[in-house]
């Protein structure tokens, strides 16, 4: 699954973009993020900066120690220069306290905003992307990305400005120290620069790779656990494990190659710098015995290219954390930039007030993206008017909740219209178009939070008093006040703690809170237990009281109620009528209730 995804979605942004993407810059993404703080950006600089020139005003202060200091009349001199070097070293652990605490803070709100951003525009995405999207690997973008980031922005991209400003300095002041000598040092850094940048670039590659295999490993961990029921059940541990395990052993298998490539980068810049120090100091010294030049003089030009080398060196190692932070924003970019299929027009038609509820297809043809040539439906046209109920029942693929799904606007139908009260919905905004439909699906999601946050999930803002009249209107309360902490009680992941008809009662609640003219049921008591589907189906006809109601059917019961029966055969209309006129016809539905009844009949016996 986790290689279907990346060649669906990372590798094919790879491909669209790949000439864009050698001279992309992934960590500027957080450009943005860090100019909404530029207090805290100013105040790690100028820190930074006064760390960084007191380190490099020492070296003048062991020059004139060497040149002037050691005579026996300069004891109160030396006496003068130590005591400087006390206020500096008092200055230095200031300034670095300082910066520590702007650069960290800086990098917690960078980091909790661009969290925040993430998650928001994922919600926004259309439904078309999560069809092959691996929730937890947008989970392990949101956590494991995000923190490979804090770590740049916090800690390693101040090492870096640090480190920078220090070997710009020193380079400067070797060259005020001793041009000559600094020639010789200049000339050694595309030496040293360009094995640098080509292993940063490998580094870069497979601290991608690592991050990547990683997110594989944490998403099928995460659909594991959130079906460890039915592995247990299976009694498939052993092979969960063991697949989590091949996960982890290729996502190490990856984060060592990483490693590797540090390594090595970090090697060959501190053989290439550190071997020209020495060839600098052995010259220096010769010239030293030669009248040329003054210890003292040597010593702070020493001084400055060991800065010089020590921050190259540094800035060497600082790469790869960097190329991992980078490899990390550009995982979060794909996300950032990935765009909804279906979205709001530049100018939004609004959706007349009161609602009606009148649903119009015209000619709609659907195929979902990941099958283009297979429509779902076909040149489909039905009229619901205001108030009315309708069934739509059919074999398994038919298209019924592809129907769902089109009124919803998750999708964008290929041809023909779909009008609500006689707006097209594609010229709609598909919130405004969401906020008039209420939906109950077969498998309710219960979120691990209070009953009262689940039912108020259909109208956020609501009061406990209309959370309440929710519940009670949905055969719920009673359950509910039988809890612990009856609607402050929290209900576990998923609703575990819940049976399935308390589950839908939930669900019906959430949908009765809503009040939305349009009610989309998902046949919500084809699961459940005959004592579960009276009370549910009591609940759903307190629900479609005065709504158009769409009813995906699996049950004679839910049909028989029906004003109305569309039958739906590959993605079209083959029938369409009440029960008694279809069965009279002797046609598909007649066959789909002969079936439904014998199943019906084989459930009572078991039970």
Not at 281 to 296: C, E, F, H, T
Not at 395 to 419: H, M, N, Q, W
Request: aromatic fraction near 8%.
């Amino acid at each position: 699954m986790g290689k279907a995804y990346r060649l669906s979605f990372t590798s094919s942004k790879k491909l669209e973009g790949s000439k864009k993407q050698r001279n992309l810059r992934p960590l500027g993404r957080l450009v943005p993020y860090v100019r909404r703080h530029m207090g805290l950006a100013i105040g790690a600089t100028i820190f930074l900066t006064i760390a960084a020139l007191v380190t490099l005003s020492l070296p003048l202060a062991v020059r004139r120690l060497i040149d002037e200091g050691f005579t026996s009349s300069s004891a109160y001199m030396i006496n003068g220069f130590f005591g400087l070097l006390f206020v500096l070293a008092g200055l230095l652990a200031v300034s670095s306290a300082c910066r520590y605490f702007f650069v960290v803070t800086l990098g917690e709100r960078v980091v909790a905003e661009l969290r925040k951003d993430v998650f928001a525009h994922v919600t926004k995405l259309s439904p078309a992307f999560f069809d092959r999207a691996l929730s937890g690997e947008i989970v392990s973008r949101l956590s494991a990305d995000t923190t490979q980031i804090k770590s740049a922005v916090g800690s390693t991209a101040s090492v870096f400005l640090r480190n920078a400003i220090l070997f710009i300095g020193a380079l400067g002041m070797m060259i005020v120290t001793s041009p000559s000598l600094s020639l010789i040092v200049i000339a050694a850094i595309p030496l040293i620069v360009l094995p640098l940048v080509a292993f940063g670039r490998g580094v870069r590659r497979r601290s991608r790779e690592a991050q990547d295999t990683l997110a594989d490993a944490t998403a099928y961990a995460s659909e594991a656990i959130g079906a460890m029921r039915t592995v247990q059940a299976f009694t498939s541990e052993g092979t969960v494990s063991k697949r989590y395990s091949d996960a982890v052993d290729k996502a190490f298998g990856a984060a060592r190659a990483s490693i590797k490539a540090r390594a090595m980068l970090t090697a060959v810049a501190i053989f290439l710098i550190f071997s020209s120090i020495v060839a600098v100091l052995w010259i220096g010294a010769s010239r030293v015995a030669l009248d040329m030049l003054s210890p003292g003089t040597l010593g702070q030009f020493v001084l400055y290219a060991v800065f010089a080398a020590g921050a190259l060196g540094q800035l060497s190692e600082v790469w790869g954390e960097l190329a991992l932070a980078a490899g990390a924003a550009e995982r979060l970019s794909e996300l950032l930039t990935e765009e909804p299929q279906v979205r709001a027009p530049a100018e939004p038609l609004a959706l007349p007030s009161p609602a009606a509820g009148r649903i119009v297809f015209d000619h709609v043809t659907f195929a979902y993206p990941s099958r283009p040539d297979l429509p779902t439906i076909e040149d489909l046209s039905f009229t619901i008017a205001p108030g009315e109920t309708v069934a739509i029942v059919g074999a398994s693929g038919a298209g019924k909740s592809t129907i769902f799904g089109l009124i919803e606007r998750f999708y964008d139908p290929v041809a023909g219209t779909i009008t609500i009260d006689g707006i097209n919905i594609a010229k709609t905004d598909p919130a405004d178009l969401r906020t008039r439909i209420a939906f109950v699906p077969q498998d309710t999601t219960i979120f691990a939070v209070s009953a009262f946050e689940n039912i108020a999930f259909g109208q956020p803002g609501a009061s406990r008093a209309e959370v309440r009249s929710a519940a009670g209107s949905a055969l719920a309360s009673n359950f509910i006040d039988a809890l612990d902490r009856d609607y402050d009680t929290l209900l576990g992941e998923r609703g575990v703690t819940l049976s399935g008809g308390q589950r839908q009662r939930i669900a019906i609640a959430r949908a009765l809170l809503r009040n939305a003219p349009i009610l989309l049921l998902d046949e919500a008591t084809s699961a459940l237990d005959a004592e579960s589907e009276i009370l549910v189906q009591k609940a759903l006809d307190e629900l479609m009281v005065g709504r158009t109601t769409l009813v995906i059917a699996h049950r004679l019961a839910t049909v028989l109620k029906a004003d109305r029966i569309l039958v739906l055969e590959g993605g079209q209309i083959v029938e369409e009528g009440t029960h008694q006129t279809l069965i009279e016809k002797d046609g598909v539905y007649a066959r789909l209730a002969r079936l439904q009844f014998e199943a019906g009949q084989l459930r009572q016996a078991a039970e």
